[in-house]
Each structure stands twice: as structure tokens, then as C-alpha cells.
């Protein structure tokens, strides 16, 4: 838990989407249907318009913030509420000021304009209430505590989102992955979403991962899944913590998109026992340090393998083999 030098709010911060349209060339503007955006799920899917052409997407947002405490305790003064838009993928970050539907009133309302160009993935949208507090000005006294997605291709607005699985041929296929051509699996994290990428020129692969082969290599192929999710769970964590942001006092930021949802899971079989802010910061004090990183190893692959379930899959295959060997016998 963060500990802030000077007084915050104590009540909820809450935020929604309440309206999204779209504009293309010759500013004709169209409204998104409703169910491109969800309250429950709190995520905007743009790639559920009905034209692709859009250049910008204008988003009507309404904030809650708690007004009987501002007003009751008076530790705050120039109190503002500001919704911002960021996008880890290509740096973008877009403020607005949103203004009070009613003086004095707890709904505070505007519209945020994001373009089509600068932005390539998923972008996270919160809320702050910044105030004078002891006479130092823009200091944040509050936050929304969950923020909304906005994702630009998706046509779900789901926040959960499947692994991308493509099978490439690694042998005559682009040149980095021609590197590759001995490995059966690489995954790539350099785009918005981790992709694991199958070769399918290695020999026997896709009989053993499709699941219409033999009994045996059904067995055989259920390890191989086990492996193949380790490997991805080690990698998205190596590349979440690859990048950080950090604080001037040198506190790391959870990232946003799937890198903070990838550390939120694992950090707690990572550095056990700590709150996840703290697991994060010996996490990069490790990477970042003369010594640590090495030890920490040994805690990644066993946050990756539990994650895989790899010791369930061992066991089924060890009995369906077994299985296999005694009907073989009798």
C-alpha cells in the first residue's frame, strides 16, 4: 500500500463511458452501437464499427466523485478531474478536463477525442482528482479504481483476451524467423499482444498438437501444450518487467494492458508473501542490480509451470502411458 505525504479522498472515484462516435474524411460522424462498449466489462471495442474508414472516435465519459467530503473536510482547494487516456504501445497519452454537470454536484462530465493514428492496440482510460493540498497545486488526491480499455481493433468488449496461436513456416518464411527453423515454437512479444508462433515445418508437430492423432500422441501432445504455455508465461513476464516505468524515488509502475495483468498474477509465486507493489519493486531492484536477478529464476519458472499446470499434465501422461503399456501387455 502507498502512503501519500498529505490528505486524499477516502470515497470512491468511479467512471464510465456513456456514448462513443466515430468520425472519417469529410467529418461525417456515426454513433458506435451500443454494444461496442460495455459498462460491466468496462471496455470499448472501435473494431465493432461498421466502417473502416474512421479517423477519430469521441468518447462521452461521466465521473463520480465523492463531493460531500471534498466540501466537509476542506484539505482541498482548485480540485479538478481529469480523465487520461494512455497507450503503452505507442507512448500516446491524451488529458482532458472534465467539468461538473452541477456546481457542486457529485457527476462531472466530457469528451475525450482519440485518433485513429496514434494509437495500434489496447489504451487504458482513468480518472484523477487533482487539488491544491497544502498549498502545492496538482497533487492527485484520488483515482479511479478500475480503468476502462479502449481497444482499437477489438470487436469484443471483453477485458480477457485469448493468446494469439499462428502457425508460420520458419524454414522459407521471414528472415528472423528463419533463425529459428530448429524450434518447434517461438513467442513473440513485440507486438500488442503476445503470439505464439508454431512452426510448421517441423516434422510431426501439428499431429501432435491437433488432437485428432492416436491416444498416444494425444498424451504426448498435452505436454507439449504444458510446455508450450511455461514457455509463454516466462516470456511475457521477462518482457512485462523488460520496460518499466519508475518513479522519481525509484518506485516501478505496474504497466498497463497485459504486461500489469501478466505481474498481477505471477508476482504473488514469484516474491511470496509480499503485497504485489513490494514483490514488484524486489522484482526490479533484481533485474536492474548487481545481484538477485539469478535467484529469482528458480521462482519465475515455477510461477510459469503452475500456471501451465504442467504438473497435471505430467501425471496424465505418465498414467495414460501407463495405461497404454498394460493394455499393451495383456
Do not use: C
Not at 456513456?18 to 472519417?24: F, I, N, P, S, Y
Not at 478531474?81 to 466530457?110: D, M
Not at 480518472?127 to 477489438?154: L, Q
Amino acid at each position: 500500500m502507498k502512503v501519500f505525504p498529505y490528505p486524499r479522498l477516502s470515497g470512491p472515484v468511479t467512471m464510465r463511458v456513456t456514448a462513443v462516435g466515430l468520425r472519417g474524411p469529410g467529418e461525417r460522424h456515426e454513433d458506435l452501437d451500443a454494444r461496442g462498449f460495455s459498462v460491466v466489462e468496462q471496455v470499448v471495442a472501435l473494431g465493432l464499427a461498421e466502417r473502416e474508414d474512421w479517423e477519430r472516435a469521441r468518447l462521452k465519459l461521466s465521473a463520480t466523485v465523492p463531493a460531500k467530503e471534498i466540501d466537509s473536510k476542506g484539505h482541498w482547494s482548485e480540485v479538478s478531474v481529469l480523465a487520461v487516456l494512455t497507450e503503452g504501445a505507442t507512448n500516446a497519452r491524451t488529458t482532458i478536463r472534465l467539468e461538473p454537470e452541477a456546481p457542486g454536484g457529485r457527476e462531472w462530465v466530457g469528451a475525450l477525442e482519440l485518433w485513429h493514428a496514434d494509437h495500434l492496440d489496447r489504451a487504458s482510460l482513468s480518472v484523477h482528482v487533482v487539488a491544491t493540498v497544502d498549498d502545492v497545486p496538482g497533487r492527485v488526491i484520488a483515482s479511479s479504481e478500475k480503468e476502462w480499455f479502449v481497444d482499437i481493433d477489438g470487436d469484443s468488449p471483453v477485458r480477457d483476451r485469448e493468446l494469439k496461436v499462428v502457425w508460420n513456416g520458419f524454414q522459407g518464411g521471414p528472415a528472423w524467423l528463419q533463425a529459428f527453423r530448429e524450434m518447434p515454437w517461438i513467442v513473440d512479444t513485440s507486438g500488442g499482444l503476445p503470439t505464439v508462433r508454431v512452426n510448421r515445418d517441423f516434422d510431426g508437430l501439428r499431429d501432435l498438437l491437433g488432437g485428432n492423432g492416436s491416444e498416444t500422441e494425444n498424451i504426448v501432445g498435452e505436454l507439449l501444450l504444458a510446455q508450450m504455455s511455461t514457455d509463454v508465461w516466462t516470456a511475457v513476464f521477462h518482457a512485462a518487467v523488460g520496460d518499466l516505468e519508475v518513479e522519481d524515488d525509484g518506485t516501478p509502475l505496474f504497466p498497463h494492458d497485459w504486461q500489469g495483468e501478466v505481474l498481477r498474477e505471477m508476482l504473488p509465486d514469484v516474491v511470496p508473501g509480499r503485497p504485489v507493489e513490494e514483490a514488484l519493486r524486489e522484482v526490479h531492484l533484481g533485474r536492474t542490480g548487481t545481484a538477485g536477478w539469478a535467484d529469482l529464476q528458480p521462482r519465475i519458472h515455477f510461477a510459469a509451470a503452475r500456471r501451465a499446470e504442467v504438473p497435471k499434465a505430467l501425471r496424465i501422461t505418465v498414467n495414460g502411458l501407463d495405461r497404454l503399456h498394460r493394455g499393451d501387455d495383456a
